[in-house]
Nanobody, 127 residues
């Protein structure tokens, strides 16, 4: 089992930056890909970004491309999400996810390919 704990959320103004962190513990050797998803009130959980821990390949949703950067530190079992130029529409609970199989490499945006989830951290961007 892998446990994931997110941190770094908060209340910021439009145009500001935030850095989210996801710390993994437990059977971290089984993690193939780590991703970030978000869920705004009344909406479905949506893909934000993912990183393949062995090859370093990254994926981004079109809505965050060029503004968000995902990075991983295998030694610390941590994945970061640097969010710049934040917009009010980025307001959501952000969840960290871990996938154990190569399905997450081929389908990184598919929520059903991930096996473990954190409890989320709130990001609120005011206009």
């Amino acid at each position: 089992q892998v446990q994931l704990v997110e941190s770094g959320g908060g209340l910021v103004q439009a145009g500001d930056s935030l850095k989210l962190s996801c710390a993994a513990s437990g059977r971290t050797f089984s993690i193939y890909t780590m991703g970030w998803f978000r869920q705004a009130p009344g909406k479905e959980r949506e893909f934000v970004s993912a990183i393949n821990l062995s090859g370093g390949y990254t994926n981004y949703a079109d809505s965050v491309k060029g503004r968000f950067t995902i990075s991983g530190d295998n030694a610390k079992n941590t994945v970061l999400l640097q969010m710049n130029s934040l917009k009010p529409e980025d307001t959501a609970v952000y969840y960290c996810a871990a996938g154990y199989t190569s399905r997450t490499y081929y389908y990184p945006t598919n929520i059903n390919t991930y096996d473990a989830w954190g409890r989320g951290t709130q990001v609120t961007v005011s206009s």
